[in-house]
T-cell receptor
Framework: AAGVIQSPRHLIKEKRETATLKCYPI?????VYWYQQGPGQDPQFLIS???????DKGSIPDRFSAQQFSDYHSELNMSSLELGDSALYFC??????????????FGSGTRLTVV | GQSLEQPSEVTAVEGAIVQINCTYQ??????LSWYQQHDGGAPTFLSY????GLEETGRFSSFLSRSDSYGYLLLQELQMKDSASYFC?????????FGKGTRLHILP
């Protein structure tokens, strides 16, 4: 079965650089979520999209932006990177009407290291 | 706001039963879920409780009591592969909010 695809798997950037993370949800999943997980921490909700429109927003820094495209893939853009942005970034998808009962499907994540 | 409390670590023996508790404070939510995450891996959905009571899925069961603001995950016939972190998570608005996670150590 198709899973949530994230790219790249690993990314190393220098401070003040920009990074773009990509997410390809499971086909027919209309909702995409982005989470950030620091070492030893719980996943923190960043932002979600339903049918290409932003549906909810969490603790996402102003330096970050995201969007969902017509093919439902999503991109998380991160600018002016800081050392504290180093984390695992997960994308998850679900069908909106079944997401609670059957859970979100998470991608393998992008490990971002800022040096 | 909302917060979820779980023990940071739990240790159990292979073949035994272990219960991971979760208490929460929130002004409203749809339901309580549990996710498993192995080191370096992605969170994986285990169970969902929308209503009070017990939900069973194979070796895993989850319980919710809204009146007590409490839930738990019960793992039976523990296997070494169950060594992982377990997160309780609230569905609120259009997202899930994770607890801090419980690291389960399994001894042979």
């Amino acid at each position: 079965a198709a899973g949530v695809i994230q790219s790249p798997r690993h990314l190393i950037k220098e401070k003040r650089e920009t990074a773009t993370l990509k997410c390809y949800p499971i086909p027919r999943h209309d909702t995409v979520y982005w989470y950030q997980q620091g070492p030893g921490q719980d996943p923190q909700f960043l932002i979600s999209f339903y049918e290409k429109m932003q549906s909810d927003k969490g603790s996402i820094p102003d330096r970050f932006s995201a969007q969902q495209f017509s093919d439902y893939h999503s991109e998380l853009n991160m600018s002016s990177l800081e050392l504290g942005d180093s984390a695992l970034y997960f994308c998850a998808s679900s069908p909106r009407d079944r997401g609670r009962r059957y859970g979100y499907t998470f991608g393998s994540g992008t490990r971002l290291t800022v040096v | 706001g909302q917060s979820l409390e779980q023990p940071s670590e739990v240790t159990a023996v292979e073949g035994a039963i272990v219960q991971i508790n979760c208490t929460y404070q929130t002004s409203g939510f749809y339901g309580l879920s549990w996710y498993q995450q192995h080191d370096g891996g992605a969170p994986t959905f285990l169970s969902y409780n929308a209503l009070d009571g017990l939900e069973e899925t194979g070796r895993f069961s989850s319980f919710l009591s809204r009146s007590d603001s409490y839930g738990y995950l019960l793992l039976q016939e523990l296997q070494m592969k169950d060594s992982a972190s377990y997160f309780c998570a609230l569905y609120r608005d259009d997202k899930i909010i994770f607890g801090k996670g419980t690291r389960l150590h399994i001894l042979p």
